[in-house]
C-alpha cells in the first residue's frame, strides 16, 4: 500500500486527570475505576506525553532515555505503594520531535528524571500493561500560566499521529487544609464548579488567569504547579471539539478529582 493510500490516523483525544493521592494507584475507588474505563475507551496511542505537576524545572525539559524509571517521590505511604513499577519505554524520538514543535521556549533533552507518581499512578490504571512509550513534559517554573497554553498549542500536531496528550494534576489541590471529609469545602466546590463551566463555554482566558477569579481560586491554587496541567489540555481543544467530564468530585475536602476528555 502506497503511503497516500494508508488510512489516516484519527486524531487523538486529550485527557486531563485530577489525580489526586498516589494511593488511587492501588485502591479500587470510584476514581481508580474512572482511568480504567477511560483506557479501555480511548483508542490505542503510538505514544503518551504526560504534563505531570509534579516536575518542575528550570526552563522546559522533556525526558529523552530509552527506559525511563519509575519515581517514588512521596513518602509516608505503605510499603504496597512504593513495590509498583511501571516499566514502559520512553521514546528519545518523540521527545526530539517535541524539543523541535515547540518554538516558544528553548526544550532540554532530558536523561535524568523518568516517570513521577502524577503520571505512573494514573497510567498504571488506564494502561496496566506498560507496553506505550511515555514521555515527559515538565513544567518551566519561571513560565506564567498565559505562556504554558501558548506553548502547549505547539504540540496540536502530535495528536494526529496518534500521541495521547495528557495532563494530570488537580483543579483544585491545597494540601495545607486537607481534611478527612466526606466532601468538599464550599471555596473548593465553589472554584471547581465555575471552571467546569469556562470549559463547558470554552472561556479560556478566566481559567488562564484564574488569579482574578476571587478567594476561591486563591485558597484552591495556592501554588499552580497541579492547576497548569489543565491548561495544556484546554490549549488543545480545537473549535467545535466536545469535553466531557468522567470524573469528578472532592477529596479530603480540599483536592478536586476532577477529570476531562477532548475530542
Keep these: 500500500m502506497d503511503r497516500q493510500d494508508a488510512p489516516a490516523t484519527p486524531r487523538m483525544p486529550v485527557i486531563f486527570i485530577g489525580h489526586g493521592s498516589p494511593m488511587n494507584a492501588i485502591e479500587d475507588n470510584p476514581f481508580s475505576r474512572a482511568w480504567e474505563e477511560v483506557g479501555r475507551s480511548l483508542p490505542r496511542p503510538s505514544a503518551i506525553l504526560s504534563i505531570s505537576a509534579h516536575w518542575e524545572t528550570a526552563g522546559t525539559q522533556v525526558t529523552a532515555m530509552e527506559r525511563p524509571r519509575t519515581i517514588h517521590d512521596f513518602g509516608g505511604f505503605p510499603a504496597e505503594l512504593f513495590a509498583v513499577q511501571y516499566p514502559a519505554p520512553g521514546s528519545p524520538d518523540l521527545a526530539r520531535q517535541v524539543s523541535a514543535l515547540i518554538k516558544a521556549a528553548p526544550v532540554g533533552l532530558d536523561a535524568r528524571w523518568g516517570l513521577d507518581h502524577g503520571t505512573w499512578s494514573v497510567l498504571c490504571r ?45 483543579i483544585v489541590h491545597n494540601l495545607r487544609l486537607m481534611a478527612m471529609r466526606p466532601d468538599g469545602f464550599d471555596w473548593a466546590i465553589s472554584f471547581d464548579e465555575t471552571i467546569r463551566r469556562l470549559i463547558l463555554a470554552r472561556d479560556h482566558h478566566p481559567i488562564i488567569h484564574y488569579e482574578e477569579l476571587g478567594q476561591p481560586a486563591r485558597l484552591s491554587i495556592p501554588t499552580n504547579e497541579h492547576y497548569l496541567p489543565l491548561l495544556y489540555a484546554l490549549a488543545l481543544q480545537e473549535e467545535g471539539e466536545p469535553v466531557k467530564f468522567f470524573a469528578e468530585g472532592m477529596a479530603y475536602g480540599s483536592l478536586s478529582m476532577r477529570s476531562l476528555w477532548i475530542g
Design 126 to 170: 488506564m494502561f496496566p500493561g506498560a507496553d506505550i512509550p511515555v514521555v515527559q513534559l515538565s513544567l518551566d517554573h519561571y513560565q506564567e500560566p498565559e505562556g504554558h497554553y501558548r506553548l502547549a498549542r505547539e504540540l496540536a500536531p502530535l495528536r494526529d499521529q496518534g500521541v495521547l496528550i495528557f495532563g494530570s494534576g488537580n
